[in-house]
């Protein structure tokens, strides 16, 4: 049977895959247009995340939408999802297992979305959807192409909190993000 959001949603939140779901309060699905161009991937929900059930929404969300303001986007134009959709305890790395138990779900996120562009956001993310042995400190906005989608990573926006010298950087990896979207968006 071909996946709708719906079905696929319903799935994610009846998951029992993996060791996360018995510490989660919240399956954290995805959140945006899901008619998107702009597909943006994290690792996976931190606290507040787990809290409220949506992407993003804690610091480093509030500094992503700044970030997407920045380049004339919003929630509303993008799409955001996450390699894993359950927290892991004290915002540790997702393990392999648990990114191997859950990352089809973000496959078939990604087929109902067909985006033009894949962002993601830190090593976690371009490690599991540009290649096994990204290197964000030196290949952030870089671009990939992979089944005719265009694909980069950027520094995760909790990265950028830790540390500012990394904001110039990552300006210069938005601009680019914008100039790509006005290439092959609407």
Known sequence: MADSWEALKQECMACRGCALADTRNHVVFGDGAEDADILLIGEGPGQHEDEQGVPFVGRAGQLLDDMLEIIGLDRTKVYIANI???????????????????????????????????????????????????????????????????????????????????????????????????????
């Open 84 to 186: 894993v959709k359950c927290r892991p305890p004290q915002n540790r790395d997702p393990l392999n297992v648990e990114q191997d138990a859950c990352i089809g779900f973000l496959r078939r996120q990604t087929a109902l979305l067909r985006p033009k562009i894949i962002v993601c956001l830190g090593r976690i993310a371009a490690k599991a959807i540009i290649k096994e042995d990204f290197k964000i400190t030196v290949e952030h906005g870089q671009w990939f192409q992979r089944g005719g989608v265009q694909m980069t990573a950027i520094y995760h926006p909790a990265a950028l909190l830790r540390d500012v010298n990394k904001r110039p950087d990552t300006f210069e990896d938005l601009k680019s993000i914008q100039a790509k979207y006005r290439e092959l968006c609407r």
